[in-house]
C-alpha cells in the first residue's frame, strides 16, 4: 500500500447522507486520483489532480466533489446527487503532475456501502 | 474510448504452470502498465513497458508488446499460489484532449494448490 492511506477501510451511510473519503500520501508526488471499481470491473476515473488547487473531472464524475487544499491530501465526498454510490473507492498518485501517463501508486481503498 | 481489454476474464491453474493473460487497446499509446490487485485491496504495479519496447522482463514476469496488433500479454512463469490475483492492463494516451491512464477489466487468475 506504499506512502497512500485511505481511511476507513469499510464506511457505511444512509440514503441522503453526503460522505467524505480521506486519501493521504507522503510520497511528495503532484498528481492524486479518485477510481471507482464495482464488482468484476476495472477502475473508472472520477477525478484527477496534476497539482494543488486544481483538480479536473474524470469520466464519471456528476455526484462526486474533490478538494486539493494541500498536496498531501484529496478528499473525495460523495453527495446524495451519486445514484449508485455503493462500491469500492481507490485513491493514487503519481510523481509528476506534468504527465499522468506513468506508474501510479495506490492505497488500501475504501468500502462504501449506502442503504 | 481508449480501454484495455484483458483476456481471458478468468484463469484457473495448477500450481508450477504459466499463466498468460493478453490485453488489446483501441488506440495509439506512450506506454502499457500491468498492475495485480489481491481481493479488497490496493493494485501493486507490476510493469511498464514502452510503446518503443517489445518485450520487458522483471523476475517471473514476461512482458510483451506489439504495437501493429494493440496488444500485450503478461506471463507468469512457475505460478505460485500467491500469485493468485486479478490482473489489470492500464494504457496511456491522450482522450479528449486530456492524457488519462485507462485500465481494462481485468483477469482473475486463480492457481490451484
Known amino acids: 500500500d506504499g506512502g497512500i492511506t485511505q481511511s476507513p477501510k469499510y464506511l457505511f451511510r444512509k440514503e441522503g447522507q453526503n460522505v467524505t473519503l480521506s486519501c493521504e500520501q507522503n510520497?511528495?508526488?503532484?498528481?492524486m486520483y479518485w477510481y471507482r471499481q464495482d464488482p468484476g470491473q476495472g477502475l473508472r476515473l472520477i477525478y484527477y489532480s496534476q497539482i494543488v488547487n486544481d483538480f479536473q473531472k474524470g469520466d464519471i464524475a456528476e455526484g462526486y466533489s474533490v478538494s486539493r487544499e494541500k498536496k498531501e491530501s484529496f478528499p473525495l465526498t460523495v453527495t446524495s446527487a451519486q445514484k449508485n454510490p455503493t462500491a469500492f473507492y481507490l485513491c493514487?498518485?503519481?510523481?509528476?503532475?506534468?504527465?499522468?501517463?506513468?506508474?501510479?501508486?495506490f492505497g488500501p481503498g475504501t468500502r462504501l456501502t449506502v442503504t | 474510448s481508449q480501454q484495455g481489454e484483458e483476456d481471458p476474464q478468468a484463469l484457473s491453474i495448477q500450481e508450477g504452470e504459466n499463466a498468460t493473460m493478453n490485453c488489446s487497446y483501441k488506440t495509439s499509446i506512450n506506454n502499457l502498465q500491468w498492475y495485480r490487485q489481491n481481493s479488497g485491496r490496493g493494485l501493486v504495479h507490476l510493469i511498464l513497458i514502452r510503446s518503443n519496447e517489445r518485450e520487458k522482463h522483471s523476475g517471473r514476469l514476461r512482458v510483451t508488446l506489439d504495437t501493429s496488433k494493440k496488444s500485450s500479454s503478461l506471463l507468469i512463469t512457475a505460478s505460485r499460489a500467491a500469485d493468485t490475483a486479478s490482473y489489470f492492463c492500464a494504457t496511456d494516451g491522450r482522450i479528449q484532449g486530456a492524457q488519462k491512464l485507462v485500465f481494462g477489466q481485468g483477469t482473475r487468475l486463480t492457481i490451484n494448490p
Open positions: 493514487a498518485s503519481s510523481i509528476s503532475g506534468r504527465w499522468v501517463g506513468g506508474e501510479q501508486y
Open positions: 510520497l511528495n508526488h503532484d498528481a
